[in-house]
C-alpha cells in the first residue's frame, strides 16, 4: 500500500510537472506574438534548465527569425534538424528561415520533407509553393498552392456550409474567417474566401486589399488573381483588369472562362472587335453553358444587336430559370415584352428557397418590370420593393456621409476659392461632361452630341473619380478639402492627367468626346479648376420621374447606392439639386441644363441650344440621333435608338399610393420643379431658375 501511494505521488508529480512545463511554453509562444527578444530570453532559460527540450529550443529559434537574426536560428534549428531529422516541425522552422537565407533549393528540401511527413500541412504547403516560386519554378508552385487549398478543403466547406445556412446575414460566417485569419494570418484559401464575401456583400475595397495580399504572398495563385481582375472590373479599372486575366492566360492560354471574362472588359473599353474575336474563340467550349449566353447576351446589347440579346438571354435562362441575371437582361432591354409563361416562370423560382441572393434579386426586379407593362400595378411595386430590399440590405450606404460630403464641396468651392485660382488647369476644349442624377436622360444627350461629326461618344468614364480618390489617399484631409493644399501647377497637371488616360476611349479622330459618368456633378469645381475650357451639362428630369425611375433600376452593386431606398433616392436628389444650385451662384452661365421634359416636347430647339453651348455647328443629323449605331453600354441603350416621344402618363404616376417616403423626402425640390429653393437664403420661399445656357 505504501509503494502504491508512492507511486502515485511519483505520478502526480510528474503530472503536474508536464502541466507546469507545457503552460510555460503556451505563455512564451504567446509572448513571442508581441515581445520577441523577451521569448528568446524565457526559451532559453527553459533549455539551460531542461537540456535537450526541443520545444523551448523551436521557440527560441523562432524568437531569432522575428528578430531577423538569422544567422542564429539557421545554427540552432540545423543542430535540432540533426538530431531529430524526421521531426515536421524542426524540418519547416528550418525551411523558413532558409528561405529568408535566399536558401531556396535547401529551404524546399526541408518542406518537401514536412509534407511528405505531413501532407495535411496547409501552411507548409504555402511555404513551399512560395520557395518553388522564388526559385523559379512556377509549375511547382502552382501545384503546392493548389495542394494547400485542397489540404484545406475540409474548413473551406465548414465555412461554406455556414455562409449557406446564414443566407443574407454573412457576419457569422465573416467572424468566422476572422477568427482562422488570426490563428494562420497567411493561410491563402481563408484569405481569399474573405475576398470573396467582401466582393458578394459590395465591399469591393476590402476585398482589393486582401487578395493584393494574397498575390503578394504568392503571385502564381490564379483563383486568386482572377477574383482581383473582377474587382478592378467593378471598379472601372478595366484595362488594369484586362493586364491580370492576360497574366492568368500567359500560364493558362487556353482559359475559355477567363477569357470570357476578359472579352467584357474590353467591350468596357470600347474594343467591340476584339471582343466579339474573344466570344467567337470561346463559344464552341462554353455555349453548352449558361455563363457565355448571359455575357454575350450583354454584349449584343451593348452594340445593339437587341434580337440577339433576346436570344443570348432566353437560351441562358434555358439553361437554369433560376438565373435572375438572365430575365433582368431581358427586363433591362426597355423593349422585351414579356409573356404569361414568363411571369410563370420567374413566379415559381421566386418561390424557391435555395435561391441565390443576388439571382433572387435581379429576377425580383425582371418581374417587377413584366408585371408593370401588364398593369398590374400594386404586385409589381410590391417586387420592386422585395428587389430593392435585398439589394439594400447588400450594399454599403450612409446617407448622412453623403451629405456631409455634399456640405464640404460648397464649403471649399466659394466664389472666392474659385477666383482666386483661375486659369490655373489645362487649357483643352477636347472633354463635355455630362452630369447629373442616373435615369435623367444623360444617354440621351451623349446620343444627341455622338451624332455630330465633331463629337465621339465614349462612355461613364471612371478616370475624374480615380483624380479624387488618388487626391484623398496624399492627405490627411478628406477630398476636396485637399484642393486647399494643391500647388498652382497642379491642377494643369490634373487636367493633363485626364486627357492622358481618357486616351484610350478614343477610337476616332474627333475634337471633342464626351464622358457622361452621372455622379460627376460631384466634381463640377474639379472640373472648372483643372479644365476651365471643358463643357459641362447638366441633365435633369422630374424628380419624381427620375427618382422612381432610378429606383426601379437594379444597378450593378456598388455603382448607385442611393437607389434602393425610396427615402434615401429623393434626399439624394434634393442634395444634388441643392449642390448644383451652389455652383449656379459660384460659377454662372457655367453649367448648361439640359430639362428632359423640355428635350421631348421640343427637340430642335433644345438641340440647337445645347449645340450652341458647346461652341458647334448646327447638324441636321443630330435630330436623326437614333439612327447612330455606336454602341452604348447604359440602361437607355435600346431607348436612344428610336426617336423621341413623349409617354401620355409618367410611370410613376401609376404607383402614385406607393410614394410618399419619396416625395416627403422631396420636399419642396419637388412643389417648386423646375425651379428650385433657394438653398440658405434668409427667405426659405425664395426660388430661383435654373439656367439653361452658358
Known amino acids: 500500500m505504501e509503494t502504491e501511494l508512492v507511486s502515485s505521488a511519483v505520478a502526480d508529480a510528474e503530472v503536474q510537472h508536464s502541466d507546469t512545463l507545457s503552460a510555460r511554453l503556451t505563455a512564451i509562444a504567446k509572448v513571442l506574438e508581441t515581445d520577441a527578444p523577451a521569448a528568446s530570453l524565457q526559451a532559453g532559460e527553459v533549455f539551460t534548465n531542461m537540456p535537450g527540450q526541443q520545444q523551448a529550443l523551436l521557440l527560441f529559434a523562432g524568437a531569432y527569425r522575428v528578430m531577423d537574426e538569422l544567422d542564429g536560428a539557421h545554427e540552432v534549428l540545423q543542430m535540432l534538424a540533426d538530431a531529430y531529422p524526421r521531426l515536421a516541425s524542426i524540418q519547416y522552422e528550418l525551411g523558413l528561415v532558409l528561405g529568408r537565407l535566399g536558401m531556396h533549393r535547401k529551404a524546399i528540401e526541408c518542406l518537401s520533407r514536412v509534407v511528405e511527413a505531413e501532407p495535411n500541412h496547409p501552411a507548409a504547403w504555402r511555404a513551399l509553393g512560395n520557395q518553388h516560386s522564388l526559385d523559379g519554378n512556377r509549375e511547382a508552385a502552382a501545384v503546392a498552392y493548389s495542394r494547400q487549398l485542397w489540404v484545406g478543403v475540409r474548413e473551406l466547406k465548414l465555412l461554406e456550409d455556414v455562409i449557406a445556412e446564414s443566407g443574407e446575414d454573412l457576419s457569422k460566417a465573416e467572424n468566422m474567417l476572422v477568427q482562422c485569419l488570426g490563428v494562420n494570418p497567411t493561410d491563402l484559401g481563408f484569405v481569399h474566401l474573405l475576398a470573396e464575401m467582401s466582393m458578394s456583400r459590395d465591399k469591393w475595397t476590402a476585398a482589393r486589399d ?345 444597378f450593378s452593386l456598388g455603382s448607385m447606392p442611393h437607389t434602393y431606398d425610396l427615402s434615401e433616392v429623393g434626399r439624394y436628389y434634393a442634395n444634388y439639386v441643392e449642390l448644383m444650385a451652389h455652383f449656379d451662384r459660384v460659377l454662372p452661365g457655367r453649367v448648361h441644363r439640359v430639362f428632359h421634359e423640355s428635350m421631348v416636347k421640343d427637340p430642335e430647339t433644345e438641340i440647337r441650344r445645347l449645340l450652341d453651348y458647346c461652341g458647334l455647328p448646327f447638324e441636321e443629323q443630330c435630330l436623326r440621333f437614333h439612327e447612330n449605331d455606336r454602341g452604348v453600354r447604359t440602361a437607355s441603350s435600346e431607348q436612344v435608338r428610336k426617336p423621341i416621344y413623349s409617354a401620355t402618363v409618367e410611370p410613376w404616376l401609376n404607383y402614385e399610393p406607393w410614394l410618399e417616403p419619396l416625395k416627403t423626402a422631396l420636399g419642396d425640390v419637388l412643389t417648386l420643379y423646375p425651379a428650385v429653393p433657394e438653398f440658405g437664403a434668409a427667405n426659405p420661399a425664395a426660388i430661383t431658375h435654373g439656367s439653361h445656357a452658358a
Open 210 to 554: 486582401l487578395l493584393e495580399r494574397t498575390l503578394a504572398l504568392a503571385p502564381d495563385y490564379h483563383a486568386a488573381r482572377q477574383s482581383f481582375a473582377i474587382v478592378l472590373h467593378q471598379e472601372a479599372k478595366w484595362r488594369e483588369a484586362i493586364t491580370h486575366f492576360d497574366m492568368i492566360l500567359e500560364a493558362r492560354p487556353d482559359d475559355a472562362q477567363v477569357e470570357l471574362l476578359k472579352a467584357w472588359s474590353l467591350v468596357l473599353i470600347g474594343e467591340y472587335e476584339q471582343a466579339q474575336q474573344l466570344f467567337d474563340k470561346v463559344r464552341p467550349e462554353l455555349e453548352i453553358g449558361a455563363p457565355f449566353w448571359l455575357n454575350y447576351g450583354h454584349f449584343l446589347r451593348t452594340v445593339g444587336r437587341s434580337r440577339e440579346a433576346v436570344d443570348a438571354y432566353r437560351r441562358c435562362s434555358g439553361f437554369d430559370p433560376a438565373i435572375g441575371q438572365a430575365w433582368w437582361g431581358l427586363a433591362n432591354l426597355k423593349t422585351y415584352r414579356f409573356s404569361p409563361a414568363d411571369i410563370e416562370v420567374m413566379q415559381a423560382q421566386l418561390q424557391r428557397s435555395d435561391l441565390e441572393p443576388e439571382q433572387r434579386c435581379q429576377m425580383e426586379f425582371a418581374l417587377a418590370t413584366a408585371l408593370e407593362t401588364e398593369k398590374a400595378y400594386s404586385a409589381s411595386f410590391e417586387h420592386y420593393h422585395e428587389g430593392n430590399r435585398l439589394r439594400r440590405a447588400r450594399t454599403y450606404y450612409e446617407p448622412e456621409a453623403s451629405e456631409l460630403r455634399m456640405r464640404t464641396t460648397k464649403a471649399v468651392f466659394t466664389a472666392e476659392f474659385l477666383r482666386s485660382r483661375e486659369g490655373l488647369g489645362f487649357d483643352a476644349k477636347d472633354p463635355i461632361f455630362i452630369v447629373g442624377m442616373p435615369r435623367a436622360g444623360s444617354t440621351l444627350i451623349e446620343q444627341i452630341l455622338s451624332t455630330h461629326p465633331l463629337v465621339e461618344g465614349t462612355a461613364e468614364l471612371p478616370d475624374l473619380s480615380e483624380i479624387a480618390t488618388d487626391l484623398r489617399a496624399r492627405s490627411e484631409h478628406e477630398f476636396p478639402e485637399i484642393l486647399r493644399e494643391l500647388d498652382p501647377d497642379e491642377f494643369r497637371t490634373l487636367g493633363e492627367r485626364y486627357l492622358a488616360t481618357t486616351r484610350y476611349q478614343r477610337k476616332q479622330d474627333r475634337p471633342y468626346f464626351t464622358d457622361k459618368s452621372p455622379l460627376n456633378f460631384l466634381h463640377v469645381g474639379l472640373i472648372h479648376l483643372i479644365l476651365p475650357n471643358a463643357r459641362i451639362i447638366d441633365a435633369r428630369r422630374h424628380p419624381m420621374s427620375c427618382s422612381f425611375s432610378g429606383y426601379k433600376q437594379c
